[in-house]
């Protein structure tokens, strides 16, 4: 397949892997952060961690927008739901997210709520029209890479007046996750996360260049390599943070050259900035309340805001007790950490949002890598013989 | 008054405009015309002609197969087939997958009041088509019709009945380590062709849904290798979930290779552009086959003699392994799980 195949070829991730063997020292070792959750699952999908030296280690970011998303603001858009007449257009990974109560979208919508699931927001604004008699909300969710469409049908939705359309939003802002974990108590004081680089968001950085990552860079002296989210994408970065670290440098490197430039989308950035602004705060799964980490939609466009339309008030809800989800979003814990992974919490029954999308590390490493963990004995290559 | 008793004048059913209505599955005259005209004809064949309201037959020493599948596919035609000859598929297939040789059918509709007798009578000429090119008739069958809003146009359950030749004793408990693992072609085209016209996607070489009967298939392989261990139709949950079906099923683990899996260039590109995995893409004329690896060359060169498994390949074998995991080497060169389908990928997709 054209543009695919090219950076899933097994030969260039064994010479890659060659070479980032070759480079890592064996003196020391390298902790990576992969931000995104679609950095994550394209390491455990291809199995990346098999190519790589055992003092390269990957710890999973907090990119997954499922996962960050806080029980409170799923209870949110569960109540909203169940007002008669609504409905509720969501992506399909935020269905399954655990609520509180044992609730979740998926429930709800079995129960009778009329939640639909999107492939865009531009279906929930084509829903809206289709439905003139009934409150169309979409619950967008996600980080620099969703907001720019959400926009979009704001701006078209109050344009051509659609005035049963309104938008739940939940988006959040990369940069302010990554400040946070590096200002983390475990990353600063204790020591006890080694976190040495960061692979770069590749979405995400599509929109908001590469610029704003040269603070931390400089700041928190760590190297940053953008990357792209196919497998030899991220071997290569790796490697380019080897080399980083071996030389002492900490710069934001950019291996997504294709998609990413320095300054990003220029007019993505403007239709954000047209139609939102920040929050003085937002309440993140995991990582607690993080100051200005979040967009809300701006005065101008507030008929078009489901918040204020609905009266909505937050309300914090404390994740399961037995759940790790908060120390794996912040990397001080791996999956296997959590007492309950693969036990009571499974892809089929979620305690914790890490285990529900296929970004989330618990589900990546559930679905792709656990045999891992029980030491399967590795059987022989599969047969080999063909009938030619 | 005389007493002359008139032939009355029946119109004939009307299947250009007409529409089902709730008088169709009333069990009264209008019921009776239906099944005449529509399923009689299109099915025509010695048992429907008894109009009993069971078909008798005589039956094969040795042993019998029986099997059900209800079909709610939507949208009802797909480029490819349709509703009709995929219910008739379906269950031709879960009765080979035992190796064994399909006879009858029996098919029941659930028809939504409103929908249109045009479709219907497309869809049942499919069906008998797709009946006749098997030889396998549809001996009997049952119609009922919902108000509007209850159902969704039709649904159809097939039953099907056929027997086990004697010898062959193919389960799905019978994969032992060593094992190879064989699919019989490109994998992924039938929900692949669902999904694109769902989503109003259109490549540059439409993708048919693969829905055949495959018992031809499996007797041209019985024949080269009548000691076959296991086969099985992925369809829901696709090659991922079938694979692991049998790996719990007979206490074992797999590993495949990601580079010997048969798929279409433009299914894998469908499948990346919709965020799916073809692993666990659907299904309808495709099946997996597990057998001796002494055995494995004979039955691919047998599946590779038939047109419906040209593509057919090697993907795998069966491992010792107690958590009956199924692994599978990337072709990037790293090795992971192959898990069962979580939730659901494409609703309603047969």
Same mark, same amino acid.
């Given at each position: 397949?054209?543009?695919?195949?090219?950076?899933?070829?097994?030969?260039?991730?064994?010479?890659?892997?060659?070479?980032?063997?070759?480079?890592?020292?064996?003196?020391?070792?390298?902790? &990576?952060?992969?931000?995104?959750?679609?950095?994550?699952?394209?390491?455990?999908?291809?199995?990346?961690?098999?190519?790589?030296?055992?003092?390269?280690?990957?710890?999973?970011?907090?990119?997954?927008?499922?996962?960050?998303?806080?029980?409170?603001?799923?209870?949110?858009?569960?109540?909203?739901?169940?007002?008669?007449?609504?409905?509720?257009?969501?992506? $399909?990974?935020?269905?399954?997210?655990? $609520?509180?109560?044992?609730?979740?979208?998926? %429930?709800?919508? $079995?129960?009778?709520?009329?939640?639909?699931?999107?492939?865009?927001?531009?279906? $929930?604004?084509?829903?809206?029209?289709?439905?003139?008699?009934?409150?169309?909300?979409?619950?967008?969710?996600?980080?620099?890479?969703?907001?720019?469409?959400?926009?979009?049908?704001?701006?078209?939705?109050?344009?051509?007046?659609?005035?049963?359309?309104?938008?739940?939003?939940?988006?959040? !802002?990369?940069?302010?996750?990554?400040?946070?974990? !590096?200002?983390?108590?475990?990353?600063?004081?204790?020591?006890?996360?080694? &976190?040495?680089?960061?692979?770069?968001?590749?979405?995400?950085?599509?929109?908001?260049?590469?610029?704003?990552?040269?603070?931390? +860079?400089?700041?928190?002296?760590?190297?940053?390599?953008?990357?792209?989210?196919?497998?030899?994408?991220?071997?290569?970065?790796?490697?380019?943070?080897?080399?980083?670290?071996?030389?002492?440098?900490?710069?934001?490197?950019?291996?997504?050259?294709?998609?990413?430039?320095?300054?990003?989308?220029? %007019?993505?950035?403007?239709?954000?900035?047209?139609?939102?602004?920040?929050?003085?705060?937002?309440?993140?799964?995991?990582?607690?309340?993080?100051?200005?980490?979040?967009?809300?939609?701006?005065?101008?466009?507030?008929?078009?805001?489901?918040?204020?339309?609905?009266?909505?008030?937050?309300?914090?809800?404390?994740?399961?007790?037995?759940?790790?989800?908060? +120390?794996?979003?912040?990397?001080?814990?791996?999956?296997?950490?959590? %007492?309950?992974?693969?036990?009571?919490?499974?892809?089929?029954?979620?305690?914790?949002?890490?285990?529900?999308?296929?970004?989330?590390?618990?589900?990546?490493?559930?679905?792709?890598?656990?045999?891992?963990?029980?030491?399967?004995?590795?059987?022989?290559?599969?047969?080999?013989?063909?009938?030619? | 008054?005389?007493?002359?008793?008139?032939?009355?004048?029946?119109?004939?059913?009307?299947?250009?405009?007409?529409?089902?209505?709730?008088?169709?599955?009333?069990?009264?005259?209008?019921?009776?015309?239906?099944?005449?005209?529509? =399923?009689?004809?299109?099915?025509?064949?010695? #048992?429907?002609?008894?109009?009993?309201?069971?078909?008798? =037959?005589?039956?094969?020493?040795?042993?019998?197969?029986?099997?059900?599948?209800?079909?709610?596919?939507?949208?009802?035609?797909?480029?490819?087939?349709?509703?009709?000859?995929?219910?008739?598929?379906?269950?031709?297939?879960?009765?080979?997958?035992?190796?064994?040789?399909?006879?009858?059918?029996?098919?029941?509709?659930?028809?939504?009041?409103? =929908?249109?007798?045009?479709?219907?009578?497309?869809?049942?000429?499919?069906?008998?088509?797709?009946?006749?090119?098997?030889?396998?008739?549809?001996?009997?069958?049952?119609?009922?019709?919902?108000?509007?809003?209850?159902?969704?146009?039709?649904?159809?359950?097939?039953?099907?009945?056929?027997?086990?030749?004697?010898?062959?004793?193919?389960?799905?408990?019978?994969?032992?380590?060593?094992?190879?693992?064989?699919?019989?072609?490109?994998?992924?085209?039938?929900?692949?062709?669902?999904?694109?016209?769902?989503?109003?996607?259109?490549?540059?070489?439409?993708?048919?849904?693969?829905?055949?009967?495959?018992?031809?298939?499996?007797?041209?392989?019985?024949?080269?290798?009548?000691?076959?261990? *296991?086969?099985?139709?992925?369809?829901?949950?696709?090659?991922?979930?079938?694979?692991?079906?049998?790996?719990?099923?007979?206490? *074992?683990?797999?590993?495949?290779?990601?580079?010997?899996?048969?798929?279409?260039?433009?299914?894998?590109?469908?499948?990346?552009?919709?965020?799916?995995?073809?692993?666990?893409?659907?299904?309808?004329?495709?099946?997996?086959?597990? *057998?001796?690896?002494?055995?494995?060359?004979?039955?691919?060169?047998?599946?590779?003699?038939?047109?419906?498994?040209?593509?057919?390949?090697?993907?795998?074998?069966?491992?010792?392994?107690?958590?009956? =995991?199924?692994?599978?080497?990337?072709?990037?060169?790293?090795?992971?799980?192959?898990? #069962?389908?979580?939730?659901?990928?494409?609703?309603?997709? *047969?």
């Amino acid at each position: 397949m054209k543009y695919i195949d090219e950076f899933r070829d097994g030969d260039l991730a064994r010479t890659l892997a060659r070479a980032i063997a070759r480079e890592a020292r064996n003196a020391r070792s390298y902790n &990576l952060m992969e931000f995104c959750g679609g950095h994550t699952h394209a390491i455990s999908r291809y199995g990346l961690k098999d190519l790589l030296p055992s003092n390269v280690n990957m710890i999973h970011g907090p990119g997954c927008p499922v996962c960050v998303l806080p029980i409170g603001r799923i209870d949110n858009a569960i109540d909203l739901a169940a007002r008669p007449g609504l409905v509720l257009c969501t992506y $399909a990974d935020t269905m399954r997210v655990p $609520a509180s109560k044992g609730r979740s979208l998926m %429930k709800a919508k $079995a129960a009778g709520a009329d939640i639909r699931m999107v492939y865009s927001c531009a279906d $929930a604004v084509r829903i809206a029209r289709e439905n003139p008699g009934r409150d169309v909300v979409f619950f967008a969710i996600g980080f620099e890479t969703t907001t720019p469409p959400t926009a979009v049908a704001i701006l078209e939705a109050a344009a051509s007046g659609l005035a049963n359309f309104s938008v739940f939003c939940n988006h959040v !802002l990369t940069p302010s996750a990554i400040a946070n974990i !590096l200002e983390s108590k475990e990353v600063r004081e204790l020591g006890t996360v080694p &976190l040495d680089g960061f692979i770069g968001p590749a979405h995400v950085s599509t929109v908001i260049g590469s610029a704003p990552y040269e603070y931390f +860079a400089e700041e928190y002296e760590k190297p940053v390599v953008i990357a792209g989210f196919e497998p030899l994408d991220v071997m290569q970065a790796i490697l380019m943070l080897v080399r980083q670290l071996n030389e002492g440098r900490a710069e934001v490197e950019n291996e997504f050259t294709r998609a990413v430039t320095r300054e990003g989308n220029g %007019k993505a950035k403007s239709l954000v900035a047209e139609v939102f602004e920040l929050r003085r705060t937002f309440e993140w799964r995991g990582l607690g309340e993080i100051p200005y980490s979040a967009l809300r939609i701006r005065e101008k466009y507030r008929a078009f805001d489901a918040e204020t339309r609905y009266g909505i008030t937050y309300r914090s809800v404390p994740d399961n007790k037995a759940c790790e989800c908060g +120390a794996i979003l912040r990397g001080v814990k791996k999956p296997t950490d959590c %007492k309950v992974f693969g036990t009571v919490c499974t892809p089929e029954n979620p305690i914790g949002s890490c285990m529900v999308s296929s970004e989330g590390a618990c589900a990546a490493h559930y679905t792709y890598g656990r045999f891992k963990d029980v030491g399967v004995e590795a059987v022989g290559a599969p047969a080999t013989e063909t009938a030619q | 008054m005389s007493g002359v008793v008139r032939d009355g004048y029946v119109r004939p059913v009307d299947f250009k405009h007409g529409r089902v209505d709730m008088t169709h599955g009333s069990g009264g005259r209008a019921m009776a015309q239906l099944v005449d005209e529509l =399923f009689l004809h299109a099915f025509d064949n010695e #048992w429907l002609a008894q109009r009993n309201d069971q078909a008798r =037959f005589t039956v094969t020493a040795g042993r019998m197969v029986v099997s059900t599948d209800s079909h709610v596919v939507s949208p009802l035609f797909f480029p490819g087939g349709d509703i009709g000859c995929l219910s008739v598929h379906g269950t031709i297939n879960d009765v080979a997958m035992a190796g064994a040789v399909p006879l009858h059918l029996a098919a029941g509709f659930i028809l939504e009041e409103g =929908f249109p007798l045009a479709d219907l009578k497309r869809i049942v000429d499919s069906m008998a088509a797709a009946a006749k090119d098997a030889g396998v008739p549809v001996v009997t069958g049952d119609t009922k019709v919902v108000e509007q809003g209850k159902g969704d146009g039709v649904f159809i359950t097939t039953t099907g009945v056929g027997f086990v030749p004697a010898g062959v004793d193919i389960s799905g408990d019978r994969a032992r380590p060593g094992d190879a693992i064989l699919v019989s072609g490109t994998i992924g085209d039938h929900g692949v062709a669902i999904m694109s016209l769902r989503e109003n996607l259109t490549f540059e070489t439409t993708i048919r849904s693969d829905t055949a009967a495959l018992h031809r298939l499996v007797a041209a392989m019985v024949a080269a290798v009548p000691g076959i261990h *296991c086969l099985r139709d992925p369809t829901r949950g696709g090659l991922a979930t079938t694979l692991n079906e049998l790996a719990s099923q007979s206490g *074992c683990g797999m590993v495949i290779d990601e580079r010997r899996i048969p798929v279409q260039p433009q299914v894998a590109a469908a499948c990346e552009f919709l965020g799916l995995d073809p692993l666990y893409v659907a299904n309808e004329g495709k099946l997996v086959a597990i *057998c001796a690896p002494d055995d494995a060359k004979r039955l691919l060169a047998s599946m590779r003699a038939h047109p419906q498994g040209r593509d057919a390949a090697i993907i795998g074998e069966v491992t010792r392994d107690p958590h009956h =995991f199924v692994q599978m080497d990337t072709s990037f060169g790293g090795r992971r799980v192959v898990d #069962w389908l979580t939730g659901e990928q494409l609703p309603r997709i *047969c």
